[in-house]
């Protein structure tokens, strides 16, 4: 397993500045692979894996991926375009599968799993922590690792150190989150209780904190490190606190249950970039190198050691 404390975030090869990206909201996006991208290691039309779609999605000759903002992982750059690890992802299954890819933000983490439950999209890539409990619901194409840790405001002028210092104080967490069931149920735990506000958007939770309405946030460790450094978009003012490192487990795209068909194409060609080396450059083209997996796995949140 991939030691977190190894993480750097070197340059990235976009733009570095989000914008709110509010006018891209819902509306889909053509992923197409640049000329790097598409030049990468296993980046290549193999029939044999387009020929294991599902007949509706081989039809249509189009597939329609939900994601939400989590920069490095997936945001806006300075003209509203998806970019970072998922776009690229996504753009390189569309060359191996001879699709097109119609990637949509919606906005919110909370919309990652209604969209699959109601069809409205065929897949998620997105920065979603598998766990047990969402297994129930979807099947979890396993293809990063991560963890979570604690963003203060600069300087962390409470002297924040660890999970139990957050009790007495106002934690802000997205709805529906791995993050907001983790830090409800170790609330339950504090002798002096935490406010917990559940906000919509993980922008609103970075804004609560910035702007003192909130203590403290519990996010996604790649997400909040990357942040600090960047010093981008709602973030601009958080420090994380990069030697908590809890919940390490994996970054999860999502299917319906009803199609293995999918999940396991989908798989097969995330194999191949891994086997060939793509993957792994887009990993480090994002300074996430020590986060990429070696094997792409499903619903295997359970088989992680417990930390």
Same mark, same amino acid.
């Given at each position: 397993m991939h030691m977190l404390s190894k993480l750097t975030l070197g340059p990235v090869l976009a733009a570095l500045l989000v914008a709110s990206g509010s006018h891209a909201q819902g509306r889909g996006e053509t992923m197409i692979a640049s000329a790097k +991208? &598409? %030049?990468l290691p296993g980046v290549t039309a193999t029939p044999a894996l387009s020929a294991r779609?599902? &007949?509706?999605i081989r039809k249509a000759g189009v597939l329609r991926i939900a994601t939400d903002l989590t920069p490095p992982i997936s945001f806006h750059d300075d003209? =509203?375009?998806? +970019?970072?690890?998922d776009a690229d992802i996504a753009a390189a299954l569309g060359v191996i599968l001879g699709l097109k890819v119609e990637?949509?933000?919606l906005g919110a983490g909370a919309g990652i799993v209604p969209a699959i439950l109601s069809k409205r999209f065929d897949m998620?890539?997105?920065g979603i922590n598998d766990d047990p409990e969402l297994q129930k619901q979807v099947d979890v194409i396993d293809y990063m690792y991560d963890a979570t840790t604690i963003m203060v405001q600069q300087g962390n002028p409470l002297g924040i150190t660890?999970?139990?210092?957050?009790?007495g104080k106002r934690v802000a967490v997205p709805v529906g989150t791995f993050q907001n069931r983790l830090v409800t149920q170790f609330a339950e735990s504090c002798a002096a209780p935490m406010q917990i506000m559940s906000l919509p958007k993980m922008p609103d939770v970075l804004q609560a904190v910035r702007t003192k309405r909130a203590d403290a946030t519990v996010n996604g460790y790649a997400t909040s490190v990357y942040t600090t450094e960047k010093?981008?978009?709602? =973030? +601009?003012g958080l420090q994380a606190l990069p030697d908590i490192r809890l919940a390490v487990g994996y970054l999860g795209m999502l299917t319906s249950k009803d199609n293995p068909e999918l999940r396991d194409t989908v798989v097969a060609a995330l194999q191949q970039m891994v086997d060939a080396g793509?993957? %792994?450059r887009i990993m480090q083209k994002w300074g996430l190198g020590p986060l990429a997996v070696d094997t792409v796995k499903v619903n295997d949140a359970a088989a992680l050691p417990q930390e």
């Open positions: +991208v &598409a %030049a779609l599902p &007949a509706d003209k =509203g375009n998806l +970019v970072g690890i990637m949509t933000d998620t890539v997105s660890s999970m139990e210092d957050l009790c010093q981008i978009g709602k =973030g +601009v793509g993957y %792994a």
